[in-house]
């Protein structure tokens, strides 16, 4: 996607701001570009919204607005990117729980805008692909461990090997075209009901 094809939304209080950061992307290339300076029902008009790219700026943080980015990045995973006047740690904290992939303090220049929205684009790409990565070896986990169920409840029943226990999830879920672990499930929710 071209730069420029971007959807970004800027999230200020202050009209001002919100003008000085536009027309920093503008110079920068990007020119779908959607300011709110109400921040009541924020989730609501990014939702609506649906940007590509988030770029917050505040002079302080408060616990409220932090909270309503960790309720963006659970509905609307995106990039985000903010800035703030004065910071701690424990704002820093707060803002990468609540899904914040660039964080600037005192940094709010037009010429720093791009690289800083490129930034904040790859560290949320990294941080999906890790959390992807993450998803997939739980569900890896949960199947083994279901997959070991189902063999056991084979053996017992059918009075047959770990070996054939497996030959047979594999073999119906081939002839079913399902997941041995979908198979798997399905047998150990049988046997819960029959048991």
Same mark, same amino acid.
Request: glycine share 4%; net charge negative; hydrophobic share 45%.
């Given at each position: 996607?071209?730069?420029?094809?971007?959807? &970004?939304?800027?999230?200020?209080?202050?009209?001002?701001?919100?003008?000085?950061?536009?027309?920093?992307?503008?110079?920068?290339?990007? $020119?779908? &570009?959607?300011?709110?300076?109400?921040?009541?029902?924020?989730?609501?008009?990014?939702?609506?919204?649906?940007?590509?790219? &988030?770029?917050?700026?505040?002079?302080?943080?408060?616990?409220?607005?932090?909270?309503?980015?960790?309720?963006?990045?659970?509905?609307?995973?995106?990039?985000?990117?903010?800035?703030?006047?004065?910071?701690? $740690?424990?704002?820093?904290?707060?803002?990468?729980?609540?899904?914040?992939?660039?964080?600037?303090?005192?940094?709010?220049? #037009?010429?720093?805008?791009?690289?800083?929205?490129?930034?904040?684009?790859?560290?949320?790409?990294?941080? +999906?692909?890790?959390?992807?990565?993450?998803? +997939?070896?739980?569900?890896?986990?949960?199947?083994?461990?279901?997959?070991?169920?189902? #063999?056991?409840?084979?053996? #017992?029943? #059918?009075?047959? $090997?770990?070996?054939?226990?497996?030959?047979?999830?594999?073999?119906?879920?081939?002839?079913?075209?399902? +997941?041995?672990?979908?198979?798997?499930?399905?047998?150990?929710?049988?046997?819960?009901?029959?048991?």
């Amino acid at each position: 996607m071209a730069d420029g094809a971007l959807a &970004i939304v800027v999230i200020d209080d202050k009209p001002a701001r919100a003008a000085v950061i536009e027309e920093g992307l503008r110079e920068a290339g990007y $020119s779908a &570009i959607t300011i709110f300076t109400d921040m009541r029902h924020l989730l609501r008009q990014i939702v609506d919204a649906a940007p590509d790219v &988030i770029i917050i700026d505040l002079e302080n943080p408060n616990r409220d607005v932090l909270e309503e980015m960790f309720q963006v990045s659970r509905s609307v995973p995106r990039p985000v990117a903010m800035f703030v006047d004065q910071s701690d $740690s424990a704002s820093i904290e707060a803002a990468i729980e609540a899904g914040v992939s660039a964080y600037v303090v005192d940094g709010m220049r #037009k010429e720093r805008i791009r690289p800083i929205v490129e930034m904040a684009i790859s560290r949320h790409k990294a941080y +999906r692909r890790l959390r992807d990565e993450l998803d +997939r070896a739980k569900q890896a986990l949960e199947d083994r461990k279901v997959i070991e169920r189902a #063999k056991g409840i084979l053996m #017992k029943s #059918k009075g047959v $090997s770990e070996a054939e226990a497996h030959a047979l999830l594999r073999t119906t879920a081939m002839n079913e075209s399902r +997941r041995v672990a979908e198979v798997a499930q399905a047998l150990v929710t049988a046997a819960k009901l029959l048991g």
